[in-house]
């Protein structure tokens, strides 16, 4: 069984950083990937960003330029940092790891980022 930990989001003003992190621990095999969707009100959720454990990566185009995922894959911590955000980057951000040697596919409890003036 795998288990995630998020770190919290917060509320930051338009232009400013945040980062977020995400650790995955138990039973961990082979392969995965590991980053963050986020859902806005009354919106779907997209990909925000994920890496795999080969280093790939892949964002949503709308943080493509702004937003930037790496991996600490001896602890098997993502980090997410958020520069430049803006208002319509407010959402819950979730975590999700994905393996399927490890029978996994996790989705962490969700954190609220929000960038208001």
């Known amino acids: 069984q795998v288990q995630l930990v998020e770190s919290r989001g917060g509320l930051v003003r338009p232009g400013e950083s945040l980062s977020l992190s995400c650790g995955a621990s138990?039973?961990?095999?082979?392969?995965?990937?590991i980053g963050w969707y986020r859902q806005a009100p009354e919106k779907e959720r997209e990909l925000v960003a994920l890496?795999?454990?080969?280093?790939?990566?892949k964002y949503g185009d709308s943080v493509q330029d702004r937003f930037h995922i790496s991996i600490d894959k001896v602890r098997l911590v993502a980090f997410l940092q958020m520069d430049s955000l803006k208002p319509e980057d407010t959402a819950v951000y979730s975590c999700?790891?994905?393996?399927?040697?490890?029978?996994?596919?996790?989705w962490g409890q969700g954190t609220q980022v929000t960038v208001s003036a």
């Open positions: 138990g039973d961990i095999r082979g392969a995965y990937a």
């Open positions: 999700r790891f994905v393996s399927v040697d490890s029978h996994a596919d996790i």
């Open positions: 890496i795999t454990s080969g280093s790939s990566t």
